[in-house]
């Protein structure tokens, strides 16, 4: 004989008491808002959606979207001058590069990403 117990049949919630949309309940609340002709504000009312929730959903979704070659620069190239005392490169994640010859420290964070 088998026997089970359902012990919450609720909606999965964070630590502050939110709940937690799945991937298939996002993908559907957003294809929805794709064939609706109403407001932001509206929609996510009408869906039982926080309208920020809404807001970021569709600010990530067209993130994803967006090809690498059209999203802005967040690095560029820079001239030191050449009596720089030191340089130091910080990068994603908190590695920091140090030196002071500017094409090793260019060539240790190309070699680094």
Not at 8 to 26: M, N, P, Y
Not at 34 to 56: I, K, M, P, W
Not at 59 to 73: G, K, L, Q, W
Request: hydrophobic letters at 40%.
């Amino acid at each position: 004989m088998v026997s089970a117990e359902l012990v919450s049949i609720e909606e999965k919630r964070d630590s502050r008491g939110r709940k937690i949309a799945g991937d298939a309940r996002r993908d559907a609340v957003l294809a929805a808002y794709d064939r609706c002709g109403v407001t932001q504000r509206e929609f996510a009312r009408s869906e039982g959606v926080n309208y920020h929730t809404l807001v970021e959903w569709l600010t990530r979704r067209r993130r994803e979207r967006t090809p690498a070659a059209t999203r802005p620069v967040r690095f560029a190239e820079l001239r030191m001058p050449a009596n720089a005392a030191g340089l130091e490169v910080c990068l994603a994640g908190g590695v920091i590069v140090r030196g002071h010859d500017a094409a090793q420290v260019a060539a240790l964070v190309k070699a680094l990403r």
